[in-house]
Every structure is written in C-alpha cells, then in structure tokens.
C-alpha cells in the first residue's frame, strides 16, 4: 500500500520565489555590465544580475536541506523549463516586425539591446543553470548525510562553491570562449565566481533563518539517504 503524499504548507511559495529570482536575474539584470572596486582585486566589471542569481542557490539550499534532494530536484527542473520559456518567447517577440511608426521601431531597438541575447549566451546561461543547481543541491544532500545534520553553514557554503563552480566555468566557456581573450575569460569568470559565493557567505544568518522557520512549520528535516540522485526524473 502506497504512503500518502506529506503536504507542505510552504513549498510551493519556495519554488514560486525562486523562479521568480531565477527569470528576473536573467532577463532584468543580465543586459547591464555594472563595476565595483574591491579591495585587493581592484575594478572589476560584472553583469548586474550576479547581485541577485545567487539568491536562487540561497533558494536551492533551503529546499535541498529542508525537503530533500528529491523535491528541490522538482523546482529546478521547474526553473529550467521558465529559462526555456522565456529564451523561446524574446525569440519570438523579437523576431515579429514591429508596426511601421516612429515609436515600435524605436522600440524594437529597445527590446533588441535588453533581450537580443546570442543563442551562445542564451545555451551557455540555460546549461549553466541546469549543470550547477544539482551539482549544489547533491553536494547539499551528501554533506547533510556526513555531518548528520551538523554545521549548517558548511553545508551550504560548500555546496555553493561547488554549485557556483560548475555554473560560472560552463557559463563563461560556452558564452564567449573564442570570443575574449583566454585571460579576459578567466578573469571575469572568477571575479563572478568570487562575488556569488561571497553572497552566500553574508547570506548565511538569512539562511539559518529562514531554514529554521521552514523545519518548524513544516515538521521536515528530510535526509536524502535513499535518494535516486538522477537528475533526468520528476518523481520525488
């Protein structure tokens, strides 16, 4: 006889909001290249977006570490499905011939500079995306297991170098390799690399905060201990 399905109260708003952190770094953020001065580093240029896509791992560690591997596997495949969507969609919007006036033609040049990405950019943000969260939420899942639920902190800083990694190397190599120059490439990759995992290092009171919440309401502090850990299903 087949287990009841457990509900919870607050997944669903889990996987709304980092969706929506998901879209919203990609398409607002990822048109403008920002700079800061850091100590050490110096100037460096960044996309914009990288201020807010690492909230998506803040995101994956809370559902890996609360519901487990399994229904965190859910939400990526959720996000992954919303890039696609959208990267379809400004295909097609942009490809539309725009009314012959003087403010749609201006316009399309508009929507051309914000959402005109290249295919190469589009593939590399979308594989990227996909390649990094499993990668965080398995090391999440593993290290949970190993410390026996011990030293949150490690767990999700860990997991997010790891996550981080993968997502900033793909992303780079496959968005402009041939494109900048080999040194111009590795630069800019770990410069994103460093600012995104610093993120989940302020970030870490949030998260104890937020994961605590979520234990307590929702009664789960799953263990992935006889998880399937392929990435290619839905089923939890």
Same mark, same amino acid.
Request: aromatic share 16%; charged share 15%.
């Given at each position: 006889?087949?287990?009841?399905?457990?509900?919870?109260?607050?997944?669903?708003?889990?996987?709304?909001?980092?969706?929506?952190?998901?879209?919203?770094?990609?398409?607002?953020? /990822?048109? %403008?290249?920002?700079?800061?001065? #850091?100590?050490?580093? @110096?100037?460096?240029?960044? +996309?914009?977006? $990288?201020?807010?896509?690492?909230?998506?791992?803040?995101?994956?560690?809370?559902?890996?570490?609360?519901?487990?591997?399994?229904?965190?596997?859910?939400?990526?495949?959720?996000?992954?499905?919303?890039?696609?969507?959208?990267?379809?969609?400004?295909?097609?919007?942009?490809?539309?011939?725009?009314?012959?006036?003087?403010?749609?033609?201006?316009?399309?040049?508009?929507?051309?500079?914000?959402?005109?990405?290249?295919?190469?950019?589009?593939?590399?943000?979308?594989?990227?995306?996909?390649?990094?969260?499993?990668?965080?939420?398995?090391?999440?899942?593993?290290?949970?297991? /190993?410390? %026996?639920?011990?030293?949150?902190? #490690?767990?999700?800083? @860990?997991?997010?170098?790891? +996550?981080?990694? $993968?997502?900033?190397?793909?992303?780079?190599?496959?968005?402009?390799?041939?494109?900048?120059?080999?040194?111009?490439?590795?630069?800019?990759?770990?410069?994103?690399?460093?600012?995104?995992?610093?993120?989940?290092?302020?970030?870490?009171?949030?998260?104890?905060?937020?994961?605590?919440?979520?234990?307590?309401?929702?009664?789960?502090?799953?263990?992935?201990?006889?998880?399937?850990?392929?990435?290619?299903?839905?089923?939890?």
């Amino acid at each position: 006889m087949n287990q009841p399905v457990k509900q919870y109260k607050y997944y669903d708003f889990v996987m709304a909001a980092f969706v929506t952190v998901l879209l919203c770094s990609n398409l607002i953020g /990822a048109a %403008k290249a920002a700079q800061v001065t #850091l100590p050490v580093l @110096g100037t460096i240029s960044f +996309g914009a977006g $990288v201020l807010f896509f690492p909230i998506s791992y803040l995101f994956g560690d809370i559902l890996t570490e609360v519901y487990g591997y399994g229904r965190d596997r859910r939400v990526i495949w959720a996000g992954f499905a919303a890039l696609l969507f959208a990267a379809v969609m400004s295909v097609v919007v942009l490809a539309l011939t725009p009314v012959a006036d003087a403010f749609n033609q201006d316009y399309q040049k508009h929507l051309t500079a914000v959402f005109g990405n290249t295919p190469r950019i589009i593939l590399g943000s979308i594989t990227a995306f996909w390649s990094g969260s499993f990668v965080n939420s398995y090391v999440l899942a593993k290290m949970k297991i /190993a410390t %026996k639920g011990r030293h949150l902190w #490690l767990r999700t800083i @860990g997991s997010t170098m790891c +996550g981080e990694l $993968v997502d900033s190397s793909l992303f780079y190599v496959i968005a402009f390799y041939g494109i900048w120059s080999d040194h111009q490439l590795i630069t800019v990759a770990i410069a994103q690399y460093l600012l995104k995992t610093g993120w989940e290092v302020v970030m870490t009171p949030v998260t104890y905060k937020i994961v605590g919440f979520l234990k307590h309401k929702e009664q789960e502090d799953f263990y992935d201990r006889h998880t399937n850990f392929t990435p290619f299903r839905l089923k939890v």
